[in-house]
């Protein structure tokens, strides 16, 4: 029993881990895109989130 309850929390840490890095990592590239397209002065609609 406890042995498989550790494999389920651990199946969830690494899956709660993909989660977050995938989301930092959306969060990243959002704000790369958002830099670049302040530096290019091409943001016509700040409005648009």
Same mark, same amino acid.
């Given at each position: 029993?406890?042995?498989?309850?550790?494999?389920?929390?651990?199946?969830?840490? *690494?899956?709660?881990?993909? #989660?977050?890095? @995938?989301?930092?990592?959306?969060? =990243?590239?959002?704000?790369? *895109?958002?830099?670049?397209? #302040?530096?290019? @002065?091409?943001?016509?609609?700040? =409005?648009?989130?």
């Amino acid at each position: 029993m406890p042995a498989r309850k550790r494999r389920f929390i651990g199946i969830g840490v *690494v899956a709660f881990m993909v #989660l977050a890095y @995938g989301l930092f990592g959306v969060l =990243a590239c959002l704000a790369l *895109v958002d830099q670049h397209r #302040l530096d290019r @002065g091409a943001c016509r609609s700040p =409005a648009r989130r």
